[in-house]
């Protein structure tokens, strides 16, 4: 089959597409053919070497952590999928990503793709939309009438994150620039701040929530909006314990943990219409495509998603 691997860390020329053999799975796993994955902030940092101390991977790597397609081969354990079934997941942290025709997945990871949800925008959710729903409702515990901020609310996180948010009742503000205004406001922001124009800990207070997808002196400020018993929740920075219990907040660090049931949580509300994929822009599967979505990623201003397209599909 056909992959991007890397074979030692560095800049995104050693993205590099080679022919490997396709994957045996086990008896709990499914074999994907895979239509769509998605590129994540993770993918680029541990293409550079970032992580290798919490991720020690012998090359060569294959990146990637989303994935949509049809179920084409099933362990002898497996009862909640057959071949044809079209499926997309979050598959497990390791060194045999997603950037491949094939993918092998544990059963208990898959969900089944909603209808009249594109293989593409299945594929842009799993990572994003499990890394808002662990920070807002596992570790924030967001509930109904409470107020949260979302930072950087037109990126790959921030967008499922703000309509997660409005699904669960809270009052939402969220951070951008001028020309994402309106796509957070029809996604249903409450409060939308312009970056350039505002500055967030000026104009707000007495939160109960606030999602860190920036860190540096975003997260430092943070702290200034929220109420006594707080929750400040981050996916870039371990927070300072001794500095948040002197504000009197909590605040977490979160690195996602995989998780099939939540990821069906979100498959429902992508069938009701509460939840919806915003692409904003589709590379093809080759090596100078993942190599420009890398660079497009790195630029930290991507709007919404960005989706490798796999298996071109009308579906």
């Known amino acids: 089959m056909k992959a991007v691997v890397i074979e030692q860390y560095g800049g995104k020329d050693q993205l590099k597409e080679k022919d490997i053999p396709t994957p045996q799975i086990n008896e709990d796993q499914v074999l ?9 902030p993770i993918d680029w940092k541990v293409r550079e070497g970032y992580l290798k101390d919490m991720l020690d991977w012998d090359f060569p790597i294959i990146l990637g952590w989303d994935v949509s397609g049809v ?27 997603t950037y491949a025709e094939f993918v092998a997945v544990e059963e208990h990871l898959v969900t089944s793709i909603p209808e ?41 996180v921030g967008t499922y994150a703000i309509q997660l948010a409005k699904w669960a009742g809270a009052y939402v503000a969220s951070t951008a620039s001028s020309k994402n205004k309106e796509l957070l406001e029809s996604l249903g922001v409450d409060r939308f701040i312009n970056y350039e124009e505002e500055a967030f800990d000026e104009v ?10 920036l860190g540096g002196e975003i997260h430092d400020r943070s702290y200034n909006i929220l109420k006594q018993g707080g929750h400040l929740v981050s996916v870039t920075k371990q927070p300072d314990e001794d ?29 009701k219409g509460e939840v919806k994929s915003i692409v904003g822009k589709t ?15 790195e630029t930290h201003h991507a709007r919404g998603k960005i989706v490798v397209q ?3 599909t009308d579906c």
């Open 32 to 40: 994907i053919e895979s239509h769509a994955t998605s590129i994540n």
């Open 71 to 97: 179920v084409v081969d099933t362990g002898s354990n497996v009862t909640k999928f057959k071949k044809g079934d079209q499926v997309f997941a979050r598959p497990a942290t390791t060194p045999n990503g």
């Open 116 to 156: 009249r949800v594109s293989f593409e925008d299945a594929a842009a959710t799993p990572l994003a939309a499990l890394t808002s729903w662990q920070c807002l409702f596992e570790v924030a515990n967001l509930q109904k009438g409470q107020k949260v901020l979302i930072h950087a609310g037109s990126g790959g």
């Open 204 to 213: 707000l207070e007495d939160y109960d929530v606030v999602f860190d997808t």
């Open 243 to 271: 500095f948040a219990k002197q504000k009197g907040v909590n605040a977490q660090f979160v690195f996602l943990n995989p998780d099939g049931d939540q990821l069906a949580k979100v498959a429902e509300l992508m069938e």
């Open 283 to 297: 590379f093809p599967f080759s090596e100078k495509g993942i190599r420009d979505a890398h660079e497009l990623s």
């Open 310 to 312: 796999i298996k071109p």
